[in-house]
């Protein structure tokens, strides 16, 4: 359970399950998130056996973090990253699915999502599946140091960067070639940064040091804090990771190729 918490922290916190604006108890969904397709409300993750996921046996747990599959056989949408956690081991998921049932049981009903057809249609996820989503827990990589390995693992599979900083096709589909890119219509709306090292438009001008600070205090080189969802992400997950957690990440990070991507607001 201990080692569950940290994961939990490692994967942003979850803080898309607890609905902060509106006072929502910690985990027990109802968060609107804004997509380019609908509403989506995140889902109670809570141990209680009747609205959350008390019922749910440690299979039924690993299908819905690594296959998007729910355990009555739902296809869950991809606004949930199963698409990244599906790289985390089977003990790392096997230890959050511990800490989570440690936490205090909500009772609070989940939402219906408020999504445009086709995108509100279940069984078209398997189509998505099919194009976009390749399951499979990530490998490291002979050829790289073991720092950068756990980097890759921190960022890929558990932060899942690329969900949020990767611009998306028409079909919610991640643009492979744009990875870590940024994106104009990030989650609920937000902008997410170009974070991949070009000097320009992304943040190659920050050095290690800078990206460890960054994720410790949400504070950028440059003096100014971050605001939103990766506050939130911040505060309730990366900072508490180790230093050399943090420093892993860096590495990694900085390794990825740089992309020139000037992201900015759209014109009204």
Not at 110 to 134: D, H, I, S
Not at 185 to 200: K, S, Y
Request: net charge negative.
């Amino acid at each position: 359970m201990e080692r569950g918490a940290y994961v939990f922290r490692a994967a942003g916190g979850c803080s898309c399950h607890t609905d902060v604006k509106n006072d929502g108890a910690f985990m027990a969904g109802g968060r609107p998130i804004a997509t380019p397709f609908g509403t989506i409300y995140s889902t109670n993750i809570t141990p209680d056996p009747k609205t959350g996921i008390g019922a749910w046996s440690d299979a039924d747990f690993l299908r819905a973090m690594t296959l998007g599959v729910g355990p009555s056989g739902e296809q869950y949408f991809p606004v949930f990253p199963y698409t990244s956690f599906t790289r985390m081991t089977r003990q790392d998921v096997l230890d959050l699915k511990a800490y989570i049932f440690s936490i205090t049981p909500v009772e609070q009903a989940n939402r219906t999502p408020e999504l445009q057809a086709p995108f509100g249609w279940r069984f078209g996820v398997r189509m998505w599946k099919w194009l976009y989503f390749q399951p499979g827990t990530l490998q490291p990589d002979p050829g790289q140091s073991p720092q950068w390995n756990r980097g890759s693992y921190l960022a890929q599979a558990l932060g899942h960067c690329g969900e949020c900083h990767t611009p998306r096709n028409l079909m919610g589909g991640l643009q492979k070639g744009r990875r870590h890119a940024g994106a104009v219509d990030g989650p609920d709306g937000e902008l997410a940064p170009n974070i991949t090292p070009d000097a320009d438009t992304g943040i190659g001008s920050w050095s290690p040091a800078d990206l460890v600070w960054f994720l410790q205090l949400g504070l950028k080189p440059d003096g100014d804090d971050t605001q939103g969802l990766m506050s939130e992400l911040i505060e309730t997950g990366y900072s508490h990771l180790s230093e050399s957690d943090l420093e892993a990440i860096a590495v990694y990070i900085q390794s990825l190729p740089a992309i020139h991507n000037e992201v900015v607001p759209p014109e009204n």
